[in-house]
């Protein structure tokens, strides 16, 4: 699915969610009170994309 400007993406990946605003080059991990930021290598276009960053981002946080 496409990624449409000004809106945004919630996606648990590996048991951890992730919040995404359209268009930026962060994403933030929900983590209580305390959301982890990270900063992606590219701008993904579709939600298969984003969950690769993201999958990326998960395995490396074990």
Not at 15 to 39: A, C, I, R, T
Request: with cysteine; glycine share 4%; proline share 5%.
């Amino acid at each position: 699915m496409e990624l449409l400007p000004n809106c945004y993406t919630d996606l648990c990946v590996n048991g951890k969610w992730f919040h995404y605003d359209h268009g930026e080059s962060s994403v933030f991990m929900l983590n209580g009170s305390k959301p982890l930021s990270f900063e992606l290598e590219s701008l993904p276009k579709t939600e298969d994309e984003l969950e690769s960053h993201l999958s990326q981002i998960a395995a490396s946080l074990i």
